[in-house]
């Protein structure tokens, strides 16, 4: 269960509001303790370890994929070559860490349709059969909601195809007729996070994210721009600005809620992020 408050401008009323929630157990329930993994971190993955005592990390969430039986009868056919001896186990080791590097470089962008310059993921909740998806969402961002509820584009690459760098300054420039309150039934948000460990930048300011309550100043013809990058840009107001770490590379991730059909059939995009020089 994941609940999320939205701050509107009064982060104590938020947390006030935080704090009231109760989750109360019906009956004694018994929470089986998880099993031991070795730990690690998005910057490096688990390697060979990941075979070790597989049948207690199997049975410790039934898995609704499809092919979720065949998956793990090949996995414990690994598992039982890892456990065959040091030699095999750094086989298996090093045979993951170049299929690791790739994943993480294709995970934000090949994973579901890539339109301009924005991962269009608009699958979600249940992943049926296509692990590889699974496996990008738990990388980015733990859980996704199914389509219906949001479509997420992650933005990990400029308009140049150029990786987010924080030391750029870079603007999104939103025309009136292509707003993102006109693709969504709810609201959206955009967040600057960082990346590999995709956690919010700290900053003076303390603004990690814009959504439909900020108070974005308009341009004069009814367009939107936001600016992203370590100082606010000339010619964009400073409160349409998300600040940057300078020399770390980050990511965008746009949120449509209660999107409209344009936005979920990736029709509807946010607009590349034009590199200022």
């Given at each position: 269960?994941?609940?999320?408050?939205?701050?509107?401008?009064?982060?104590?009323?938020?947390?006030?509001?935080q704090?009231?929630?109760?989750?109360?157990?019906?009956?004694?329930?018994?929470?089986?303790?998880?099993?031991?993994?070795?730990?690690f971190?998005?910057?490096?993955?688990i390697?060979?370890?990941?075979?070790?005592?597989?049948?207690?990390?199997?049975?410790?969430?039934?898995?609704?994929?499809?092919?979720?039986?065949?998956?793990?009868?090949?996995?414990?056919?690994?598992?039982a070559?890892?456990?065959?001896?040091k030699?095999?186990?750094?086989?298996?080791?090093?045979?993951?860490?170049?299929?690791?590097?790739?994943?993480?470089?294709?995970?934000?962008?090949k994973?579901?349709?890539?339109?301009?310059?924005?991962?269009?993921?608009?699958?979600?909740?249940?992943?049926?059969?296509?692990?590889?998806?699974?496996?990008?969402?738990?990388?980015?961002g733990?859980?996704?909601?199914?389509?219906?509820?949001?479509?997420?584009?992650?933005?990990?690459?400029?308009?140049?195809?150029?990786?987010?760098?924080?030391?750029?300054?870079?603007?999104?420039?939103?025309?009136?007729?292509?707003?993102?309150?006109?693709v969504?039934?709810?609201?959206?948000?955009?967040?600057?996070?960082?990346?590999?460990?995709?956690?919010?930048?700290?900053?003076t300011?303390?603004?990690?994210?814009?959504?439909?309550?900020?108070?974005?100043?308009?341009?004069?013809?009814?367009?939107?721009?936001?600016?992203?990058?370590?100082?606010?840009?000339?010619?964009?107001?400073?409160?349409?600005?998300?600040?940057s770490?300078?020399?770390?590379?980050?990511?965008?991730?746009?949120?449509?809620?209660?999107?409209?059909?344009?936005?979920?059939?990736?029709?509807?995009?946010?607009?590349?992020?034009?590199?200022?020089?």
């Amino acid at each position: 269960m994941l609940g999320r408050v939205e701050i509107k401008g009064d982060p104590e009323g938020a947390v006030q509001l935080q704090h009231q929630f109760k989750a109360t157990a019906l009956g004694t329930p018994l929470i089986t303790p998880p099993p031991a993994i070795t730990m690690f971190d998005n910057t490096d993955l688990i390697g060979a370890d990941i075979f070790d005592d597989v049948d207690a990390r199997l049975s410790s969430a039934l898995d609704v994929a499809p092919n979720a039986a065949e998956m793990q009868q090949k996995v414990r056919a690994v598992a039982a070559y890892v456990a065959s001896g040091k030699e095999a186990r750094a086989a298996i080791d090093t045979q993951l860490r170049p299929i690791i590097a790739q994943f993480k470089e294709d995970a934000l962008t090949k994973t579901t349709p890539y339109v301009n310059h924005w991962l269009c993921a608009n699958t979600g909740g249940n992943y049926g059969a296509n692990y590889r998806l699974r496996t990008a969402a738990n990388y980015a961002g733990i859980w996704a909601n199914t389509p219906s509820e949001v479509v997420y584009f992650i933005g990990t690459r400029d308009a140049n195809e150029q990786t987010l760098n924080g030391s750029n300054s870079y603007v999104m420039h939103f025309p009136a007729d292509k707003l993102p309150e006109l693709v969504a039934d709810a609201y959206w948000s955009v967040i600057l996070v960082r990346v590999p460990d995709y956690r919010v930048v700290p900053n003076t300011l303390k603004r990690y994210n814009f959504n439909n309550h900020s108070r974005l100043q308009r341009e004069t013809d009814g367009s939107l721009k936001i600016a992203v990058g370590p100082k606010s840009v000339s010619g964009v107001p400073e409160s349409n600005w998300v600040p940057s770490a300078e020399g770390k590379p980050f990511s965008l991730t746009f949120r449509i809620y209660v999107p409209k059909e344009a936005s979920q059939k990736c029709e509807w995009t946010p607009p590349p992020l034009q590199k200022v020089n």
